[in-house]
C-alpha cells in the first residue's frame, strides 16, 4: 500500500501565501500522476492541480496564475505553491496519487488525509 501524507496548511490572510506538501511511503513501486483536490464546506472536492510524471501540469481555472504544483520524482514528493491566497481558496487540501505498489500492481488511486487551509483576516 501506499501512503500519503499531506502538510503545510494553515490561517493565512488574504494575499499570503502557503506551501503545501505531500509525501508518499510505503510500498511503491511506481508513481504516476500526482495531484491536489480541495473540498469547501457543502461543496463537492475539486481538482486544484495535477502534475504527471513527465512534469505535465493543469491547473483548474481559479488557481491558474496564482498556484503552481510540482514534484520531486527521487523524493515521492509533490507540492503546490500557493500565492495570492483569497478567502475563497479556503477548503481542506488533498492530496491524491496514482501509483502501483508492486510490479504486478495495478494502478491505483491514493488519497491523504488531508490539510486545512483558511485565508481569513
Known amino acids: 500500500q501506499v501512503q500519503l501524507v499531506e502538510s503545510g496548511g494553515g490561517l493565512v490572510q488574504p494575499g499570503g501565501s502557503l506551501r503545501l506538501s505531500c509525501a508518499a511511503s510505503g510500498s511503491i513501486f511506481r508513481i504516476g500522476a500526482m495531484a491536489w483536490y480541495r473540498q469547501a464546506p457543502g461543496k463537492q472536492r475539486e481538482l486544484v492541480a495535477r502534475i504527471t510524471s513527465g512534469g505535465s501540469t493543469n491547473y483548474a481555472d481559479s488557481a491558474k496564475g496564482r498556484f503552481t504544483i510540482s514534484r520531486d520524482n527521487a523524493k515521492n514528493t509533490a507540492t503546490l505553491q500557493m500565492n495570492s491566497l483569497k478567502p475563497e481558496d479556503t477548503a481542506v487540501y488533498y492530496c491524491?496519487?496514482?501509483?502501483?505498489?508492486?510490479?504486478?500492481?495495478?494502478?491505483?488511486?491514493?488519497w491523504g488525509q488531508g490539510t486545512q487551509v483558511t485565508v481569513s483576516s
Open positions: 491524491n496519487a496514482d501509483a502501483m505498489s508492486g510490479r504486478w500492481s495495478l494502478w491505483t488511486d491514493y
